[in-house]
């Protein structure tokens, strides 16, 4: 009984460590969102047509602040053993650089980095949330 309970306790403690995770990528990308070096922001957004809350939000945006995409880098580098899926590749004046994250309840976010002509980036946040008490209605309908 106390062994059960030592490691619900141990998991319960690191559950949190996937959105920390993501977490300080999200601080970068505020600080990005709100940089002069912004050219363009793009928003779009699905919602669960019943409860009209977001199931699926994506933010497309193209800077040019060559010091904000290095701590980007750094942060995706960093969190890479955190992450599902990692793909970098780095030429002379492009960079392609992808994360993706996943808490195993359902709530998956893929941040996508782009270098387009050594100067221009473009940053790419997808993040789907899913809404447990649906997803159990679902498996009690099949």
């Keep these: ?6 490691i619900s306790l141990i998991l319960c403690l690191l559950a949190p460590i996937a959105s920390y995770a993501q977490g300080s990528i999200s601080n970068i990308v505020e600080s990005i969102e709100d940089s002069n070096q912004v050219s363009n922001v793009m928003y779009r957004e699905k919602r669960d047509p019943r409860t009209r809350k977001v ?14 995409a ?14 599902v899926n990692y793909q970098a ?39 789907s949330y899913t809404d447990p008490k649906r997803n159990r209605n679902q498996q009690r309908r099949q």
Excluded: H
């Design 1 to 6: 009984m106390t062994r059960t309970l030592f």
């Design 55 to 68: 199931v699926r939000s994506t933010r497309l945006i193209v800077f040019s602040d060559a010091k904000l």
């Design 70 to 83: 290095k701590r980007l880098i750094s942060a995706i580098k960093k969190e890479r053993p955190n992450a």
């Design 89 to 127: 590749n780095n030429e002379r004046n492009s960079a392609v650089y992808c994360i993706d994250f996943n808490d195993n309840k359902g709530n998956f976010s893929r941040y996508s980095l782009i270098q387009e002509g050594g100067k221009r980036w473009t940053l790419s946040v997808e993040t």
